[in-house]
T-cell receptor
Framework: AQSVTQPDIHITVSEGASLELRCNYS??????LFWYVQSPGQGLQLLLK??????LVQGIKGFEAEFKRSQSSFNLRKPSVHWSDAAEYFC???????????FGSGTRLLVRP | EAGVTQFPSHSVIEKGQTVTLRCDPI?????LYWYRRVMGKEIKFLLH????????ESGMPNNRFLAERTGGTYSTLKVQPAELEDSGVYFC???????????????FGPGTRLTVL
């Protein structure tokens, strides 16, 4: 069965530092991958998505993610974190049998001043 | 353009009571999805409507949950009777549903936090 793993439940970084959130998936074919963010009191907002083509995907708010088939990974990165980036981040893969999304358990990002 | 809206934002009920959650998708979106996140675990799929038809309800936990989408616009999710384990955040998402596309971006609402006491 398809699954998504986000190994880090919590990550704390200092403001201005770089960030990498890990995501691993299990899927046989080429996956459709997504990163969503949930800020406090807000819904899930799409940061970026990968369907095909260039494996480095640019998203909103200065985020990017790189699809690595050999490692079954789709890690999210940002070169310099801002305090407003404090939120929970979810990696997801689209099911191979329908349009439903399969989510990881989320990574909560804390930003130190 | 208005996003996906959900009502209520919070609901606190007692075990055995009935609760109805509502979702209004983005105008023109044929696809509507319900997901649930229970107690800090992963967000899990409940069901998928295409217009007014249930396309996939494989994630519905049991027959205490009833989802409807009359007229293919807004949707309701009723829990009757509610149990303690139903507590969590219920998210609704919608997508355009373009014929022939490989995939389709889902836009999420803010969620309804349900607490069953």
């Amino acid at each position: 069965a398809q699954s998504v793993t986000q190994p880090d439940i919590h990550i704390t970084v200092s403001e201005g530092a770089s960030l990498e959130l890990r995501c691993n998936y299990s899927y046989g074919a080429t996956p459709y991958l997504f990163w969503y963010v949930q800020s406090p009191g807000q819904g899930l907002q799409l940061l970026l998505k990968y369907f095909s083509g260039d494996t480095l995907v640019q998203g909103i708010k200065g985020f990017e993610a790189e699809f690595k088939r050999s490692q079954s990974s789709f890690n999210l990165r940002k070169p310099s974190v801002h305090w407003s980036d404090a939120a929970e981040y979810f990696c997801a893969v689209e099911s191979d049998s329908s349009y439903k999304l399969i989510f990881g358990s989320g990574t909560r990002l804390l930003v130190r001043p | 353009e208005a996003g996906v809206t959900q009502f209520p934002s919070h609901s606190v009920i007692e075990k055995g009571q009935t609760v109805t959650l509502r979702c209004d998708p983005i105008s023109g979106h044929d696809n509507l999805y319900w997901y649930r996140r229970v107690m800090g675990k992963e967000i899990k799929f409940l069901l998928h409507f295409v217009k007014e038809s249930k396309q996939d309800e494989s994630g519905m936990p049991n027959n205490r949950f009833l989802a409807e989408r009359t007229g293919g616009t807004y949707s309701t999710l009723k829990v009757q009777p509610a149990e303690l384990e139903d507590s969590g955040v219920y998210f609704c998402a919608s997508s355009l549903g373009l014929a022939g596309v490989v995939t389709d971006t889902q836009y999420f609402g803010p969620g309804t936090r349900l607490t069953v006491l």
